[in-house]
């Protein structure tokens, strides 16, 4: 298939389950980016925590927009997508430390963008005021730290109370 666009498309998935609405959520952001004819990819975090450093790398290497979906447990993302940031945006991929001390890195991963889609139980005026501290700390310390620009945010709450009808209409 042709990448009409030239953008290349990189959806995350941070949700370990087999069956989740992020994973769904993820699957329809890769499919209409193959509706729209441009390149994308999908990758998951695994149950067990298991990764493999390389090939996540290479995906964010190719990708110009990631599009990662994560649900938020107890105020925060789940162990294995932490994992993620720990063992994948490492120096030398995605930062380098300034000699002498400097303040800020060089950014590695700059021009690249990102949309990041929520997902969690408690209403979502409760997790801006309680959860949020996820997101400062996804966007501020990690995104921004090594040049990844937040293109958009999407919460999605109330997911254990959310009807068929409701999710099907996320989908879309």
């Known amino acids: 298939m042709s990448n009409?666009?030239?953008?290349?498309?990189?959806?995350?998935?941070g949700n370990p389950k087999d069956e989740s609405l992020g994973l769904s959520?993820?699957?329809?952001?890769h499919q209409k980016n193959i509706d729209k004819q441009e390149s994308s990819e999908l990758i998951s975090v695994k149950k067990s925590g298991a990764l493999n450093k390389e090939q996540w790398q290479?995906?964010?290497?190719k990708a110009d927009m990631l599009h990662i979906v994560t649900p938020v447990y107890w105020g925060s993302i789940p162990w294995q997508f932490k994992k993620v940031f720990d063992e994948v945006f490492t120096p030398g991929f995605a930062f380098k430390n300034v000699s002498g001390g400097g303040m800020m890195p060089i950014k590695l991963l700059s021009g690249?963008?990102?949309?990041?889609?929520?997902?969690f139980d408690m209403p979502k005026w409760l997790f801006i005021?309680?959860?949020?501290p996820v997101v400062f700390a996804m966007i501020l310390y990690t995104f921004m730290y090594v040049g990844?620009?937040?293109r958009g945010l999407r919460l999605i709450d109330k997911v254990y109370k959310r009807s068929e009808e409701e999710i099907e209409g996320l989908l879309k």
């Open 148 to 150: 990844i620009n937040i």
């Open 112 to 119: 690249k963008k990102a949309k990041l889609t929520l997902t």
């Open 4 to 13: 009409k666009s030239g953008i290349n498309n990189l959806v995350i998935c």
């Open 58 to 61: 290479e995906a964010i290497s």
């Open 25 to 29: 959520i993820a699957n329809s952001i």
């Open 129 to 132: 005021l309680t959860g949020a």
